[in-house]
């Protein structure tokens, strides 16, 4: 059984930054460079919408939306996978969830509540 937790949520202000975390767990340390990575978030009462991908080599995706203000990077020794987040802003109040793939397989995080606010 994959696990990801995340971790970094929590509250911050207007153009401040944030650093999310996404461990997986030991039954896929030794191959955890071969899976994609993904950050998703989802506003209230919406749908999940991709943030930012990871692909297993070193390309890095993004939405428009958030272009130039967030950078995915990963540490295939620690297993992690990372969002910063920079010059937030109040419409980045999400939550936030890390997305593993590999041949078919995807696993999910459980989220992590970010939100924006002064």
């Known amino acids: 059984q994959v696990q990801l937790v995340e971790s970094g949520g929590g509250l911050v202000q207007p153009g401040g930054s944030l650093r999310l975390s996404c461990a997986a767990s030991r039954s896929i340390f030794s191959i955890f460079s071969l899976y994609t990575m993904r950050w998703y978030r989802q506003p209230p009462g919406r749908h999940r919408e991709l943030v930012a991908t990871?692909?297993?080599?070193?390309?890095?995706n993004y939405a428009v939306s958030v272009k130039g203000r967030f950078t995915i990077s990963r540490d295939n020794a620690k297993s992690t996978v990372y969002l910063q987040m920079y010059n937030r802003e109040p419409e980045d109040t999400d939550v936030y969830y890390c997305?593993?793939?590999?041949?078919?397989?995807?696993?999910w995080g459980q989220g992590t509540q970010v939100t924006v606010s002064s």
């Open positions: 997305h593993a793939s590999l041949a078919g397989l995807n696993y």
């Open positions: 990871f692909d297993n080599g070193s390309t890095t």
